[in-house]
C-alpha cells in the first residue's frame, strides 16, 4: 500500500475514532431522556482529552494546539450534523405517523446530514492532516499502534 493512502487511511480512520468519542460525551442518554453536554461539560472533556493525549504522546505546546484545533472542528461538524435536530426520534416518528412513509422528509433529512459532512468535512480533513504531521515517526507509531490495538473491539472496549 502506498504510503500517502496509508497514512490517509489512518488519518481518516481517527478522525472518526475522535468524532465517535467527541459524539459519546457530547450526547448522553439516561433513563430514554436526551442529554445535551453543557459548554462547560466538553470544555472539560476537551481539555482532559488533551491531557491525556499530551501525556501518552509527549505532545509539544504546537502539537497541543494543533490536536485542540482538530477537536474544535471535529465538534463544529458535529453541531453542524445535529443541526436544528432537538428530538431525532419524534422527527423519526413524525415520518412515520401516517399510513404511508414520508419519503420527501425523509430524503430532506439526509440531504442537511450530508451537506453538513460535505461542507465541514475539507476542515476536519485539514486539521487532522496538521495534528498528525506534526507528530514525530514514534508518535505516529504510537498512534498507530493504538488504533491497532483498538481495532475489532468496538468502541466500548480496550
Known sequence: MKP??????VGLFGASVLLGGLSACGHRHYGGEGWQASAEDVA??????IDRAGKELQLDELQKQRLAALFDKLREQRMA???STSNPRAEFGAMIKG??????????????KTGAIRSKSPEVIAALAGFYDTLKPEQQQKVRDYLDKRSGHGWWHS
Not at 4 to 9: E, M, T, V
Not at 44 to 49: P, T
Open 4 to 9: 500517502w493512502l496509508k497514512r490517509s487511511l
Open 81 to 83: 450534523l445535529i443541526g
Open 99 to 112: 399510513d404511508k412513509f414520508d419519503a420527501a422528509r425523509a430524503q430532506a433529512l439526509v440531504e442537511e
Open 44 to 49: 472539560k472533556w476537551r481539555e482532559r482529552a
